[in-house]
């Protein structure tokens, strides 16, 4: 009754109203001796205010200022705030509003003040983000604005909004995100398109306009504020393959192509059979006009047609592209939805060449489509792939067997041309004999090489001979005889040439150093290299520029049926354990040049026959690593298939720092992923504490504190259940550093104390110790207690010295600035600082050499400093962005205290190097 009185005040409501909107059809016998006992229990609420109820001709009104009903000084302090633009009178109205008006009351009346209430209220919220852009305030907005797209997600006005804060905070690629998903909802469920000025909206982000920049007349300096530049990658990535050396033919398919790129078209499938040629044409083709795609040149083996792996999935297709682009895991968004929005607004608008070889169908396809109009995909496949050019507009080029004419041209390239014309029908023969496939024919050609002066004619008998018992390769191509090919040059080899080649077929690629063909063949590396060269000659694995060694997917399908066929399994088994070995120690020996610190744990010695990679510096360990990085993750997921589950787990823990320290994130979490599997499936309890430890500090570094302690204390667990002091500690010091993230600093100081007391109960040797001093110390400084802090600093300096340790020394010249900045003598804190950069920079830990040059910057500006602090600022900006293109939370603070000081980012300094926290 107060509510239909209120929603009226000054003016009067009939009792028969009054009656109908409480009971509707039912009143009650008595219903006028109820109203009035309801008028006078109000009566007496209201007896001492300013509030009264008055009986008038016909019914009732509730007498008071219009402004004290929260509905009418909503509406009058709406009316302000839209007149002046005043936030606080927004602030105000917006405060009014505690829930659901009338929640609990079923009034017909109040039902329809519910609707007009509930619009109003929407319109104004509209209207004050919009105050708050135009004011500057989009990090203010920016959570009430996520919320709100969730309750309503068609309202395109707010979808502008919450794109516009999103671009502002330096997240346009989220932005794009939101206007690509409902456009697709407007699409495929109302049948329209997103209106004309969300459209522009869409197009201004695209193009970063300076139009969308926001200005703060309130800020103090009454200037701009300041906008983080587009996160848009600056990795430009050049992933083509080496062309073909002496590409000849496909000139009629090479025509093609270029017409179909002059006409505007940006999806071209070259389908056809195995060993045709397809990825030849393709590659030969994407370099010559990859200078039209100067922002670069992605490609990826799809894996389509493998028969001893799954195809590339779309999911981890699109992992890859991100990582390529630059894109480190703890900025990839869950869900392969939101990962494909990300890469497409990270391609959208640049020109860029994308090269899918061995696609299996459409659908593994299609999500890796960039959505803007600048890029060209051109994708292989033994299939047509119909519905990519049913669907997406694809452009099909069919690719047959060679003409006789482009095959003779082939031979002539490389027998000569007098030896080919000499003996025409035979060369005609061996032509049709090689089904036209490029493939066939070159290695054809490579055993006519062996005898430059020989007749031809006896070689195609023997060809003709070796294919008699022998299928395709390709069962739904049966015309091409192409494994007669194989069979006749394998049959050529030596035998030692001829097991490494069935051995080589165990590698999962994409290329194989001399020292894993060693293991694999458990011989000596001479002897290897000279059976490697045989099989270059007989063109049946080919030498790449830096030495190592690859072959075409056909021709390593072949050399593993021809292991299965024709080694014992407990031969086969061994040649995968020697290789595993020869990576798993490679990979620890690596990372411990590296980190030149001590092992941490043991590994059993190398099955007999391994052959180990000479290392004996840390640039040794990191070119290593960058040879090899690819192979080892391949390794990860061969050795988890295959059952080797103790070299998964172990080669992860041996090649987690260096892929943490390098940035790739993604392939960093999955073979996390994979290690805890295999540490689960041993029964492994000390290999899956590790790994959570590992598992916390990713969820640690993406913000994710409930899961990192999650992983942390399940770590702990694990480490006292099988008495792992050193897994116990590194487990303490994550729980420490995730209290100490959420300003919990006593809690965080129980963990570092303890960690300190584990590392001392086993003599303090330990390099973990080193660090452990250095946590403790920052963590002490935080508290408060710099003399503690500087004692256990400068001890975790002097064991750092002591024992070489360049990761300690860094670590604690770092903290031993934070300290002395602490206790505010900024002198001593710069000189620590400065050659703490050095230290970092030396190490190679980028991350650390970044944090520690914008604690660096913050002291000189303590100390009046401003033009050396913005130096600091610039060079922290510039290592951020290089490592984390896509935005990071540290790359913003940099930039904000850059922008505070005036300096800008337009024109940073790109350096390297380390500092802060240490694990």
């Known amino acids: 009754m107060l509510a239909i009185l209120a929603a009226r005040v000054g003016a009067v409501v009939s009792i028969a109203h009054l009656t109908e909107q409480l009971w509707r059809d039912d009143p009650p016998q008595r219903a006028r001796a109820t109203l009035y006992s309801y008028l006078s229990r109000l009566r007496k609420i209201f007896a001492a205010t300013a509030v009264s109820i008055r009986r008038r001709s016909g019914g009732y009104l509730l007498e008071a200022d219009p402004l004290t009903v929260d509905v009418n000084r909503f509406r009058e302090l709406v009316s302000r705030a839209r007149d002046g633009g005043d936030l606080a009178d927004w602030d105000a109205a917006m405060a009014l509003w505690r829930g659901e008006p009338f929640a609990e009351l079923d009034v017909p009346e109040l039902d329809n003040l519910r609707t007009t209430l509930d619009a109003e209220h929407f319109a104004a919220v509209l209207d004050r983000n919009d105050a708050l852009l135009r004011r500057g305030e989009h990090t203010r907005a920016l959570p009430e604005l996520h919320e709100l797209a969730e309750r309503s997600p068609w309202d395109e006005r707010l979808a502008g909004q919450l794109m516009l804060a999103l671009y502002r905070c330096g997240r346009p690629s989220e932005a794009l995100d939101h206007y690509r998903r409902l456009s697709t909802r407007l699409i495929t469920e109302r049948g329209v398109e997103p209106g004309p000025e969300l459209s522009a909206l869409h197009r201004e982000i695209l193009n970063d306009a300076p139009s969308l920049r926001a200005s703060s007349p309130d800020e103090r300096d009454g200037g701009p504020v300041p906008v983080p530049p587009r996160d848009r990658t600056t990795v430009t990535p050049r992933q083509l393959p080496g062309d073909m050396p002496g590409f000849t033919g496909r000139q009629t398919h090479l025509d093609q192509l270029d017409r179909l790129l002059a006409g505007g078209d940006r999806t071209i499938v070259v389908s056809g059979t195995a060993g045709v040629g397809k990825t030849s044409l393709a590659v030969h083709w994407a370099h010559r006009v990859a200078e039209r795609f100067g922002e670069g040149q992605l490609y990826l083996n799809l894996r ?106 082939l031979l002539r390239a490389r027998l000569g041309s007098e030896r080919v014309d000499a003996e025409t029908e035979v060369v005609t023969a061996l032509i049709q004999h090689c089904g036209g496939l490029p493939l066939a024919l070159s290695i054809a050609a490579a055993r006519a090489e062996v005898d430059p002066a020989a007749s031809l004619a006896p070689l195609l008998r023997q060809l003709a001979t070796a294919g008699g018992d022998f299928l395709t390769l390709d069962d739904a191509d049966p015309k091409t005889s192409v494994r007669s090919v194989f069979s006749w040059s394998y049959r050529c080899l030596s035998p030692e040439a001829a097991r490494l080649f069935r051995r080589l077929g165990i590698h999962p690629g994409p290329s194989v150093s001399v020292t894993a063909a060693a293991s694999l063949l458990g011989e000596s590396v001479d002897g290897t290299l ?63 040049l590296w980190d030149n610190r001590r092992s941490a744990y043991r590994l059993p010695e190398p099955a007999p026959g391994t052959t180990l990679d000479a290392m004996s510096t840390a640039e040794d360990g990191q070119a290593w690593f960058n040879a090899e990085e690819t192979v080892l993750i391949g390794l990860v997921m061969l050795a988890h298939r295959d059952g080797h589950d103790a070299h998964a787990y172990r080669m992860v823990r041996a090649m987690e720092r260096p892929l943490e320290w390098r940035g790739r994130w993604i392939a960093w979490l999955t073979c996390q992923h994979i290690a805890l599997k295999a540490a689960t499936r041993c029964g492994d309890l000390a290999a899956q504490s590790h790994v959570h430890m590992f598992l916390g500090h990713a969820d640690l570094r993406r913000g994710r504190y409930p899961e990192a302690e999650d992983h942390f204390e399940r770590a702990i667990e694990l480490s006292a259940e099988v008495d792992d002091h050193y897994g116990l500690a590194q487990a303490h010091v994550g729980l420490g550093m995730t209290f100490k993230r959420q300003d919990k600093i006593d809690l965080a100081l129980e963990h570092e104390y303890r960690v ?57 010249l770092d903290n031993l600035g934070f300290v002395h900045a602490q206790r505010g003598d900024s002198r001593t804190a710069i000189g620590y600082y400065e050659r703490a950069v050095a230290a970092e920079r030396e190490f190679g830990n980028a991350f650390n050499e970044a944090r520690t040059l914008m604690s660096y910057g913050d002291v000189l500006c303590e100390a009046g400093e401003t033009t050396a602090a913005v130096d600091r600022y610039r060079r922290a900006v510039a290592i951020f962005d290089r490592l984390d293109p896509d935005g990071s939370q540290e790359a913003d603070e940099a930039r904000a205290k850059l922008n505070l000081l005036g300096g800008g980012t337009d024109d940073p300094v790109l350096e390297t190097a380390t500092g802060g926290e240490s694990r």
């Open 304 to 409: 389509g047609f493998d028969p001893e792996a799954e195809p590339l999935s779309a999911a981890d297709a699109i992992l890859a592209f991100l990582d390529a682009l630059g894109v480190p895991g703890p900025r990839v968004p869950p869900g392969i939805e939101a990962q494909t929005a990300l890469y497409r607004s990270l391609v959208a608008e640049r020109e860029l060449l994308v090269l899918l070889d061995n696609a299996r169908d459409a659908e593994q396809v299609r999500p890796l489509l960039p959505g803007g109009d600048r890029c060209l995909t051109l994708v292989t496949s033994r299939n047509r792939l119909a519905g990519l050019v049913a669907t997406e507009g694809a452009r099909p080029v069919a690719l047959g067997e060679m003409s006789e004419l482009e095959a003779r041209v």
């Open 530 to 592: 000279s059976s490697l060269e045989e099989l270059v000659r007989a063109h049946l694995i080919d030498r790449d520029p830096s030495g190592r060694f690859t072959f075409h997917d056909l021709l390593r399908d072949y050399a593993r049926e021809l292991a299965a066929d024709t080694d014992p399994e407990p031969d086969r088994h061994a040649a995968v354990t020697r290789l595993l070995d020869q990576y798993l120690h490679g990979a620890r020996a690596a990372w411990m």
């Open 756 to 812: 300190c007391e584990i590392y001392e109960a086993e003599g303090g040797v330990e390099p973990g110790y080193l660090f452990a001093l250095n946590n403790l110390g920052r963590t002490l400084a935080l508290h408060g207690d710099h003399a503690e802090a500087l004692r256990r600093c400068e001890r975790a300096l002097e064991l750092g010295v002591e024992h070489a340790n360049r990761r300690a020394i860094a670590s604690a």
